[in-house]
């Protein structure tokens, strides 16, 4: 079967680092997403990973391993807005996304 | 990227009535639209792939004769919810595929409770 594994939630405090990591199996891989979802809110876009290595987008970065299955998004000099749930989903063989359940970072002052 | 809307962004509805939400690509002409949704602290789920002009593909588990999509042209789809219950409450996100293969934005969100 198809599954996508991270954490429920993390706590972090203001100015500092977080790294979400993001475990996946899946019918073929097409790539990887991160998206960031306030509450109540759609999920906006952060990064697309389909090649590994790490993709650095401001204070945003993304990483991925095709060989372990893996990914993270590290986020730094974090603030308080950065207070969300992140979605982890990669895109199957027949490039439909397959979503995890979400890491829900709480950013403390 | 493209702009999506939905409508109405919020809508309490009693048990056993319907319910539309509307799902409108304001800049883009997009074939493929997707319904999903998601309960509170849960994942999305998709509900079904819609295509221009043609029937739409539900997800396992999901009652097409109950959420009725129509995909009535290139920037809008609708998506029907009959005879409401109050599990079905939920928000309902659609989203719609871009020009590449990995490309999907997705519209603000319909809040759905039925009471």
């Known amino acids: 079967g198809q599954n996508i594994d991270q954490p429920t939630e993390m706590t972090a405090t203001e100015g500092a680092i977080v790294q979400i990591n993001c475990t996946y199996q899946t019918s073929g891989f097409n790539g990887l997403f991160w998206y960031q979802q306030h509450a109540g809110e759609a999920p906006t876009f952060l990064s697309y990973n389909v090649l590994d290595g790490l993709e650095e987008k401001g204070r945003f970065s993304s990483f991925l391993s095709r060989s372990k299955g893996y990914s993270y998004l590290l986020l730094k000099e974090l603030q308080m807005k950065d207070s969300a749930s992140y979605l982890c989903a990669a895109l199957d063989s027949n490039y439909q996304l397959i979503w995890g359940a979400g890491t829900k970072l709480i950013i403390k002052p | 990227g493209a702009v999506v809307s939905q409508h109405p962004s919020w809508v309490i509805c009693k048990s056993g009535t319907s319910v539309k939400i509307e799902c409108r690509s304001l800049?883009?002409?997009?074939?493929?639209m997707f319904w999903y949704r998601q309960f509170p602290k849960q994942s999305l789920m998709l509900m079904a792939t819609s295509n221009e002009g043609s029937k739409a593909t539900y997800e396992q588990g999901v009652e097409k004769d109950k959420f009725l999509i129509n995909h009535a042209s290139l920037t809008l789809s609708t998506l029907t919810v009959t005879s409401a219950h109050p599990e079905d409450s939920s928000f309902y996100i659609c989203?719609?595929?871009?020009?590449?293969?990995?490309?999907?934005?997705f519209g603000p969100g319909t809040r759905l409770t039925v009471t």
């Open positions: 989203s719609l595929k871009g020009g590449l293969e990995y490309e999907q934005y």
């Open positions: 800049d883009f002409q997009a074939t493929t």
